[in-house]
């Protein structure tokens, strides 16, 4: 049986046949694993991104989120807190940009 006998054989079985075929020449190809691996390096390098994008203190103000560090006291003790401060924007036509809400979050050390 010629190859292109075999070809209309399976044509004339329907797309599963196909399908089938198909799926084992990628295997045997090695796509499979070739887009697995690629999708993993892919995903770990954004990941590695978005670590040092986190690190750089541009990457926050970018998005209206400011890191504060603010000093309580007593008169007695100083308690120091550090934190972020997240502001909300809206535009307004009439009077450009608006603070509509804000957040301040901290930890205190120790």
Sequence with gaps: MGPARARDALVRRGEEALGGV???RHFRLRH???RLLVSMLVT???LALLA???AQPA???AFGVATMTRELTDGVTTV???GSLTLVFRK???AGWLIVGEHYSYKRPG
């Design 22 to 24: 198909f799926d084992a």
């Design 32 to 34: 499979v694993r070739q």
């Design 44 to 46: 770990l390098g954004g």
């Design 52 to 54: 040092w994008l986190a």
């Design 59 to 61: 990457f926050y103000a």
């Design 80 to 82: 120091t807190e550090y």
């Design 92 to 94: 307004d036509p009439n």
